[in-house]
């Protein structure tokens, strides 16, 4: 018995196509986030003692604590965070007045987040609270 004979295939004219790759849209531009206005560079930032949820106010239906404008006095109530399901009262430690409120109402903060800038008001000042 011989052995067989290998026959060459034959030469295709032919390159295999490759399946066309998708075209990549480009993203759109990023959006440019609402400006707030610069706050006066005398602020003091109040910042997340802790990691949790940040309330502006005791519930859903009630005023906030505080409003920009307002003149807060030490030991008054600022805010909530919400951590592993207990509500923390977070309190003011000085005088001063809301320059802005920078964390938003129902969304997590982090540790050290910035939540508040406000500008020192001496003992001196005349302001009254809203």
């Not at 018995?1 to 032919?14: E, F, H, V």
């Not at 005398?42 to 409003?67: C, H, L, Q």
């Not at 003149?71 to 802005?100: H, Q, S, T, Y």
Request: net charge negative.
């Amino acid at each position: 018995m011989s052995a067989p004979q290998l026959q060459a295939m034959p030469q295709l004219g032919y390159a295999p196509q490759m399946p066309a790759v998708p075209q990549m849209q480009q993203a759109a531009p990023a959006t440019v986030p609402e400006s707030r206005p610069t706050p006066p560079t005398n602020t003091v930032e109040i910042k997340a003692p802790m990691v949790g949820t940040f309330y502006r106010a005791p519930s859903p239906d009630a005023e906030s604590y505080v409003r920009v404008g307002d003149v807060i006095e030490p030991g008054r109530v600022l805010c909530i965070i919400e951590a592993m399901k207990l509500m923390n009262e977070i309190e003011a430690e000085i005088k001063g007045r809301i320059v802005d409120i920078v964390a938003e109402n129902a969304l997590p903060v982090e540790f050290g987040q910035v939540m508040f800038q406000w500008t020192n008001v001496h003992k001196s000042s005349r302001c009254q609270s809203r």
